[in-house]
């Protein structure tokens, strides 16, 4: 069952959103080349602390990082280290935040240094992926229309998409129904569910530049494009009204 927010739901949801989005946006500052990925973990988690909230990766399935860092290959979940990020590097930054048991949850890639076009298209398509499936977020369409937006925006563009890991409502759990797909299934096997205002979706396209086909890692988490090509990915949390979608995880204006 999918239930719609009430106000007091979507007043916690606004303002866990606004929470993980700074924390998004401080990541990106801290991507920078020489850090380690455990820096900004740490940087991060205590930033989320700071606005009184909990990073909501933190032992979620026993996962033992604040956020999920992903470089080059690597699609999703990766675990912070030593590692040190290079310039050229393609960095996904997965975040979540929980502030009065609601959740933020939103991700973005950035390119350390001076990036190749390549990475830099690749960064930038991901990112339209996601608006092309915000353009279907609206009372009166389905899952499927959103999903549908993401899978011709990235094919259009000779890119590939993550079947395995799929966007979801959002709430006081991390994941709660509905699955938001980045494709459509032929034949379909699931529910395709109408949209309805109140809900609250993390939208989340993984793209990849080569094929479509994932592993994971042997430390359980790590998801890796099989082909060892680049992957990036983009997500916001976003509500469902009467009329346009609010991103609930969208920044406040840059200072
Ligand atoms: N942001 C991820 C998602 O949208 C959740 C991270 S899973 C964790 O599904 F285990 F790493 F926390
Ligand atoms: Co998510």
């Given at each position: 069952m999918i239930k719609a927010k009430s106000a007091i739901e979507i007043a916690k949801m606004r303002r866990a959103g606004k929470i993980a989005a700074a924390a998004r946006q401080l990541a990106g500052k801290l991507a920078?080349?020489?850090?380690t990925t455990q820096s900004i973990d740490k940087k991060v988690h205590d930033f989320i602390l700071s606005k009184g909230a909990v990073p909501s990766f933190l032992g979620y399935n026993g996962y033992p990082a604040s956020i999920c860092i992903s470089v080059n290959e690597q699609v999703i979940h990766g675990i912070p280290s030593t590692r040190r990020l290079v310039s050229g590097d393609l960095v996904s930054i997965d975040i979540g935040a929980t502030k009065d048991g609601y959740i933020g949850d939103c991700a973005a890639t950035f390119v350390v240094g001076e990036g190749d076009p390549d990475s830099t298209r690749l960064v930038e398509i991901t990112k339209k992926c996601f608006f092309e499936g915000l353009k279907f977020a609206r009372f009166g369409y389905r899952v499927s229309d959103i999903s549908r937006a993401i899978q011709r925006c990235a094919e259009e563009n000779g890119y590939s998409v993550v079947r395995e890991y799929v966007g979801h409502g959002v709430g006081?759990?991390?994941?709660?129904?509905p699955e938001v797909p980045n494709y459509i299934e032929?034949?379909?096997?699931?529910a395709d569910p109408r949209l309805l205002p109140g809900m609250t979706l993390a939208i989340e396209p993984m793209i990849n530049a080569g094929a479509a086909a994932i592993e994971i890692l042997g430390d359980g988490w790590t998801v890796v494009t099989a082909d060892g090509k680049n992957s990036a990915h983009y997500e916001n949390t976003v509500l469902i009204t009467r009329g346009d979608p609010e991103i609930l995880t969208a920044a406040e204006e840059e200072s």
């Open positions: 920078k080349a020489g850090a006081s759990k991390i994941h709660e129904p032929t034949p379909r096997r699931k």
